[in-house]
């Protein structure tokens, strides 16, 4: 990498990193581009068209507007416009560097953490798109939930770690990211698990059903049947944690109408997320929740007791199940539904097994996560 380069990896190392100095982060995009999904805490300044024609005046007519003791990191779309607006800055006394591959670098960082109340879990974040998945293990083994699909990020976890992955799973066919499952699972010549009223066209799935478990060393992920997400949504416990997938987040709950947005399909599937949750929340207080998805929560990792999270007031769909009103759940996730994720019909196609990706598969699930139901 270049000099005059800052990686995607470092500038999420150094947002996430409480003692590491952040840079000023510009991102010189769109307005429209910026306001659908950016890098939290960066500036915007729209001169995205002038850079690509080389104008850089809107640029320089900005500099007073500009820290000039602060590391800026230049972001765009891809890093072209960005590297210009770089080297005009650094002609003009200023540390800039830009961020190759633009925000497309930052779709693809992934981010490690140890999960402290939950023995024998590391949850990696993909901090671009609010992915959350998971190694669980015990002894050498381990089991991934969830992967993306950059299953080198899964590989190098494991291997720095001494553990052999013997198993890979997804709670749910996913429509915000294609998942690195089948790929895992086929180059390691390991189990593939998925419920099998998500398993669309897939071959060679070991599907499981609520009750079953899947063996990690000498321990194991007990399968907690969960559909409204999707009609094969699970959830895994493994000892004090419990890896929610989509059907409960830290702050909402997975939005059910991406399978059929027909009013009617929405609210019983809604129903049925709602006795999923209800089933959940007999779990004990200690039951240490990992959910599948954020949003702009700023903890690391991703983690809330079970306890807590009832008690607390910001996951208003949750409160609901906590009072038995199933009818104002209902009734909020179809008043509350926002955009559907970008590709997502043929996202599933792919997780399906119906498609087989093509052409440039990394752009279609970079955006904002739309996946919580309000």
Same mark, same amino acid.
């Given at each position: 990498?270049?000099?005059?380069?800052?990686?995607?990896?470092?500038?999420?190392?150094?947002?996430?990193?409480?003692?590491?100095?952040?840079?000023?982060?510009?991102?010189?995009?769109?307005?429209?581009?910026?306001?659908?999904?950016?890098?939290? $805490?960066?500036?915007?300044?729209?001169?995205?068209?002038?850079?690509?024609?080389?104008?850089?005046?809107?640029?320089?007519? %900005?500099?007073?507007?500009?820290?000039? @003791?602060?590391?800026?990191?230049?972001?765009?779309?891809?890093?072209?416009?960005?590297?210009?607006?770089?080297?005009?800055?650094?002609?003009?006394?200023?540390?800039?560097?830009?961020?190759?591959?633009?925000?497309?670098?930052?779709?693809?960082?992934?981010?490690?953490?140890?999960?402290?109340?939950? @023995?024998?879990?590391?949850?990696?974040?993909?901090?671009?798109?609010?992915?959350?998945?998971?190694?669980?293990?015990?002894?050498?083994?381990?089991?991934?939930?969830?992967?993306?699909?950059?299953?080198?990020?899964?590989?190098?976890?494991?291997?720095?770690?001494?553990?052999?992955?013997? $198993?890979?799973?997804?709670?749910?066919?996913?429509?915000?990211?294609?998942?690195?499952?089948?790929?895992?699972?086929?180059?390691?010549?390991?189990?593939?698990?998925? %419920?099998?009223?998500?398993?669309?066209?897939?071959?060679?799935?070991?599907?499981?059903?609520?009750?079953?478990?899947?063996?990690?060393?000498?321990?194991?992920?007990?399968?907690?049947?969960?559909?409204?997400?999707?009609? !094969?949504?699970?959830?895994?416990?493994?000892?004090?944690?419990?890896?929610? !997938?989509?059907?409960?987040?830290?702050?909402?709950?997975?939005?059910?109408?991406?399978?059929?947005?027909?009013?009617?399909?929405?609210?019983?599937?809604?129903?049925?997320?709602?006795?999923?949750?209800?089933?959940?929340?007999?779990?004990?207080? @200690?039951?240490?929740?990992?959910? !599948? %998805?954020?949003?702009?929560?700023?903890?690391?990792?991703?983690?809330?007791?079970?306890?807590?999270?009832?008690?607390?007031?910001?996951?208003?769909?949750?409160?609901?199940?906590? @009072? $038995?009103?199933?009818?104002?759940?209902?009734?909020?996730?179809?008043?509350?539904?926002?955009?559907?994720?970008?590709?997502?019909?043929?996202?599933?196609?792919?997780?399906?097994?119906?498609?087989?990706?093509?052409?440039?598969?990394?752009?279609?699930?970079?955006?904002?996560?739309?996946?919580?139901?309000?």
């Amino acid at each position: 990498m270049s000099k005059t380069d800052i990686d995607a990896a470092e500038v999420a190392r150094r947002i996430a990193e409480d003692d590491a100095e952040e840079p000023f982060l510009l991102d010189v995009r769109n307005e429209s581009d910026y306001e659908e999904w950016q890098i939290p $805490g960066s500036t915007n300044l729209p001169v995205y068209d002038e850079l690509l024609a080389h104008d850089f005046s809107g640029l320089e007519s %900005h500099l007073d507007d500009l820290p000039e @003791d602060t590391e800026i990191a230049v972001v765009c779309a891809a890093g072209v416009t960005s590297a210009r607006a770089a080297d005009f800055l650094r002609d003009h006394g200023y540390d800039a560097k830009s961020i190759p591959d633009g925000m497309n670098g930052w779709g693809r960082v992934h981010r490690e953490y140890e999960v402290d109340d939950a @023995d024998g879990v590391v949850q990696i974040v993909r901090p671009g798109t609010g992915c959350i998945s998971y190694l669980a293990h015990d002894g050498d083994e381990a089991v991934v939930v969830d992967p993306t699909q950059y299953v080198d990020r899964y590989l190098n976890a494991a291997d720095e770690r001494d553990l052999e992955i013997v $198993g890979v799973a997804d709670t749910h066919a996913h429509a915000d990211h294609v998942s690195g499952a089948r790929r895992l699972a086929g180059e390691l010549d390991v189990p593939y698990y998925l %419920h099998g009223d998500d398993a669309g066209d897939l071959e060679d799935v070991t599907e499981v059903a609520d009750g079953d478990t899947v063996p990690v060393g000498d321990r194991a992920l007990d399968v907690h049947f969960t559909p409204g997400h999707t009609p !094969g949504s699970v959830s895994f416990r493994f000892g004090d944690a419990l890896l929610s !997938g989509d059907t409960l987040f830290l702050r909402s709950v997975g939005r059910p109408d991406l399978e059929d947005s027909s009013e009617e399909a929405v609210r019983e599937a809604a129903s049925q997320l709602y006795d999923s949750l209800e089933g959940l929340t007999e779990l004990p207080d @200690d039951t240490v929740v990992l959910p !599948g %998805h954020f949003s702009d929560e700023e903890v690391r990792p991703l983690a809330t007791k079970l306890g807590e999270l009832r008690a607390e007031t910001t996951n208003e769909l949750l409160s609901y199940v906590a @009072d $038995g009103d199933e009818e104002s759940f209902v009734e909020t996730i179809v008043e509350s539904l926002s955009d559907e994720p970008a590709n997502y019909n043929q996202i599933k196609q792919i997780n399906w097994g119906k498609e087989q990706p093509s052409g440039d598969v990394e752009s279609l699930e970079l955006g904002p996560n739309n996946c919580a139901a309000n």
